[in-house]
């Protein structure tokens, strides 16, 4: 982990053979436990070192327990600027924040 003490989206490294939403939905089970929908494309962020994806996602069954991580918070558009991000992770905030004020 690059920045182990802050706060970053779950997901991963596309595999050989997947597109980014099959590579979510892996990675979503490995590191949270749990099966997911992914849904429309959101946004994305494309740094030196990589590129981010950014997807709408309905958890479909389980419960979200950390496998890598040492803790997990669902939170509200509002709460999202309160935790220190990972600097990759710090341009899709506004994305996101939005998507959350949408669903309501």
Known sequence: MREPLKW????????????PAEALKREIAEELRIEITVGARLGSCLLPE???????CRLESGV???TEHAELRWLTASELSELDWAP????LLGVVSEALRDQR
């Open 64 to 66: 979200p327990s950390p």
């Open 8 to 19: 970053e989206f779950p997901g991963g490294k596309i595999e050989s053979g997947e597109g």
């Open 88 to 91: 990759a992770d710090v341009p």
């Open 50 to 56: 990589l590129q981010l994806e950014l997807f709408a």
